[in-house]
């Protein structure tokens, strides 16, 4: 069991949008940046989110980040079919276990 | 900048699982080194990092076992766990760390299999 709440699978239409919640604590998400990863089947994670909602460059604006109290939000607008993949939220746990945590993945469908 | 693991692909029942994960194209100093593992289907996991200083932190779950070490020189770092099991089973991930949390360049991952 994840440190990290994620819904387990989310599903949209292209051209819509789709939000990804991530819900932890204050150890880790309430008092702490969190960063958004993109993972494609048999490739390696990709960073598309960080300090809570900081895009690194080449990453498109229809992927944002947010934060509120111990729960952080992915959103992705104009949903296309190549945006199918796993999502996963990470952040710093800052409880006695000090470390880096992961969310359990959510994986996005385009219908 | 680039990162690449290499190291066996098969690791037998309560042996030592080593990997090294090589770096190219940017410096090491001024970041952390991390790795991370993902059991076949299933999320991801941290194991621990390493500052350039040479501190480590690990998760708690896997601290017995794990030792991160760095070689300057080299460009390298690496990954040892001991006392693996078929749970050990996993890809795994190397990774730079910014600002003491987010991974933001990951090498592609390689298979280890623990297996008789």
């Known amino acids: 069991q994840s440190v990290l709440t994620q819904p387990p699978s989310v599903s949209a239409s292209p051209g819509q949008k789709v939000t990804i919640s991530c819900s932890g604590s204050s150890s880790t998400v309430g008092n702490n940046h969190v960063s958004w990863y993109q993972q494609f089947p048999g490739t390696a994670p990709k960073l598309l989110i960080f300090d809570n909602y900081k895009r690194p460059s080449g990453i498109p604006d229809r992927f944002s980040g947010s934060k509120s109290g111990t729960t952080a939000t992915l959103g992705i607008t104009g949903l296309q079919t190549a945006d199918e993949a796993d999502y996963y939220c990470e952040t710093w746990d800052s409880s006695l276990s000090a470390g880096l945590v992961f969310g359990g993945g959510t994986k996005l469908t385009v219908l | 900048v680039q990162l690449q693991e290499s190291g066996p692909g098969l690791v037998k029942p309560s042996e030592t699982l080593s990997l090294t994960c090589t770096v190219s194209?940017?410096?090491?100093?001024?970041?952390?080194w991390s790795w991370v593992r993902q059991s076949p289907g299933k999320g991801l996991e941290w194991i621990g990092y390493i500052e350039d200083s040479g501190s480590t932190n690990y998760n708690p779950s896997l601290k017995s076992r794990v030792t991160i070490s760095i070689d300057r020189s080299r460009t390298q770092f690496s990954l040892n766990m001991g006392s693996v099991t078929a749970a050990d089973t996993a890809v795994y991930f190397c990774a730079r760390v910014r600002d003491g949390y987010f991974l933001d360049h990951w090498g592609q991952g390689t298979l280890v299999t623990v297996s008789s």
């Open positions: 194209g940017g410096p090491m100093t001024s970041y952390f």
